[in-house]
């Protein structure tokens, strides 16, 4: 064989130059490698990037839990195998704020002693920068106890008619049973896609720009054109800019905006956007309100955070200094105002009747209801729960499985009952709170009314003679944020920024004024 080899050689230099056989041996070495670096690499790389089963992301709002990676490793007699989990998926657990920090210690002051004005007020509250407030916003969704997955009922063949498909009460008591997966009524029964065919019919081009908000949303409704266009004051230039703030309105109101001059063809006034709804599902204004104010996780499938605020406030703090003070420091996905006077149902069924708010039958028909399911009167024995009714007019939540499927709950009691949600808050709290260990944030009144001002109906407004008393249009907001600028730090919160000094309100001269036209019941709308 040796001798075979030696022969080769001699051969190659009898037809070609010595020179050239060099050139030919280093291209045949080239050739080799580049088919090695082909065939060997290209196997190694398929070796190295299996398929991907499993990934948990949080993109500008979106959630995403895929199904679990299996592989299975055989041995010789096929009988053992392993299983190889995906990382756990990633939940906000909320965070402390730095050693020192003013809001750490920050309490409440007693109230001031004016025995001319014994009515609710706003009181200060420790908000942090918005800087901080934008840093410390979670890049991951809080934790969903009882229920992971929530789909909602679809009805289109139903002969009901109902905007909420109107489920028996064996369907409302297997609502609440609450588990892992779950598809519950909510609304939009009649259509696939919210507001597209369904009742409460938003046109396709807003409804593509509703389903492009990705982070906070900010909402309100106009029915009726009963209130005017209230703008947001003190909201920083990033909110502006990624914060969608819509206004719903009917056809009705739409027309009144017009001949006002309030409204051009961008529909756009000043921050809202003004988003026109057709088809209404309910005569009655305030169930049509109900809408929107519980189903914004329906009417923007891909935004995390909500504000809704009623249409008679006035917003006057950024959005993302809400979130932070009321559900990101508390670390909860639902917050809201507790009543500023009363805590009962029975009393607030009561006052609903006093006040000519609903039917009388109606009122009393829902409270006996709710006896028989199991609710008391506001005890101590519920404590650390420190009222059963909210002040519903602000909204604060994260859009997670278990925020979202107590308002689809509240929002059927609202369709099925009275459109009192005061009455029906309670209820539903509590039967989900009985099944997880869900907790929300219901703070104080006087809070509430520190980042919201309270305005006028436009009936009230236009029955003033001219011009309406200075308190009524002219409401003298908080002054700017103070800051500490002594710097602080943390292990939990990495930030140089310090806590804004608790926002102080002035209150207007004209207080009896408007606490006389506040107290008076304007028909059925209030």
Known sequence: MFKEKEGLFPGIHKFAPRKKVGMLLLCAVSLAVFLWVVFVDKGEAQESNPPIGNRLFREAGQKDNSTTIESVERTNAGQ?????????PVYFKGYTLPPGNPCESFTLPPPPADKKRTGPRPCPVCYLPVEQAIALMPDAPSFSPGVSNLTYIHEENSEKPEFGGYPSLVQRNDSYDVRESMSVHCGFVKGIRPGHQTGFDIDDSDLHEMESCRGVVV????????????????????????????????????????????LDGSMRIGLWKIVTVHNLPYDDPRRNGKVPKLLLHRLFPNACYSLWIDAKLELVVDPYQILERFLWRKNVSFAISKHYRRFDVFVEAEANKAAA???????????EFYKKEGLTPYSAAKLPITSDVPEG????????PVSNLFACLWFN????????????FAIVRDKIMSKTNWTLNMFLDCERRNFVVQGYHRNILEHWSSPPPPGATEIVHPPPPVPDETPQTSSNVTTSSSVTEPLKKVPSKRGRDRKKHHRKVIGNFA
């Open 80 to 88: 053992s195998a392993s299983t190889v989990q995906p990382p756990p």
């Open 219 to 262: 909402a309100s409704a106009i029915f009726g054109a009963f209130d005017l266009i209230r703008q947001p004051k003190n909201i920083s230039e990033y909110a502006k800019k990624n914060v969608c703030f819509h206004m719903f309105v009917d056809e009705q109101t739409e027309v009144f905006l017009r001949n006002s001059s309030e």
């Open 357 to 367: 708010k609903f039917d009388n039958a109606s009122i009393d028909f829902q409270v």
């Open 393 to 400: 007019c602000v909204v604060v939540r994260e859009h997670i």
């Open 413 to 424: 009691e609202v369709d099925r009952f009275t459109p009192r949600d005061q009455i029906s």
